[in-house]
């Protein structure tokens, strides 16, 4: 079985003392909560890393960047290589949001190269992927998603594929109050196992946690985290709020 994850990206939001102020209240909120069975993982700002790390240290909550630079030192100015993410406590890094490939041009030799580095220092890489609106509207979503992850995952070993987790997030979902519909994400979560499974062969498969993005609320949770391929979430807006993230982290049946 995958293993579940509900993992929260920050985005640009939260200053050092608001990320530590947050991290306290989850830890709060998760005492009194059942969920020692979900993977729970916060993705502040870079800035924010240390501190977060210290705070959530011995606690359920674990600690994620949000981007990554694919070489692993030199003249690159205002980049942090998976070398120093690790020496920061960070156990994994999320690559390819859309965000990072529409603002900010990172193509598919890019996130290849990011997943390689972040790999080799043994920290585990959430990898997104997804479809925007046209695409979604033409009836491509399949064949844009998997040829996301033939691109940019396929050339990876057996074992190190094991170490990915996927975040399917359909671009036209995020921060847009529009939610995949509980079968629109699990018809797309089980094409993404059936594709890792040609490739990878289907215990693989079955052992990769596929986690959903994309206007994720604690009042959707539910039922999209109810389908079988379905092993969490990928949350933004709603991981901002202690209360709104453990609604979600609590969300599985
Ligand atoms: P959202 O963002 O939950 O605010 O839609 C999800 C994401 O971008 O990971």
Known sequence: MARKIVAGNWKMNKTVSEGVQLVEELKN????????DVTVVVSPPYVSLTEVVKTAAGSQV??????????????YTAEVSADMLKSAGVGYVIIGHSERR???AENAVDIAKKIDAVIAQ?????YCCGEVKEER???NQNAIVGGQIKDELFHLSDADFEKVVIAY????AIGTGLTASADQAQDMHAFIRGFVADKFGKV??????ILY???CKPTNAAEIFSKPDVDGGLIGGAALNATDFVGIITAFN
């Open 169 to 172: 997030e359909p671009v036209w």
């Open 29 to 36: 909120e998760l005492a009194k909560a059942n969920a020692s």
């Open 62 to 75: 674990e600690v994620s960047a949000q981007n990554v630079h694919q070489e692993a030192s030199g003249a």
């Open 213 to 215: 993005g994309g206007s």
């Open 102 to 104: 529409e603002y900010f």
């Open 122 to 126: 043994g920290l585990t890489p959430i």
């Open 204 to 209: 693989i498969a079955k052992e990769t946690s």
């Open 137 to 139: 509207e033409s009836g």
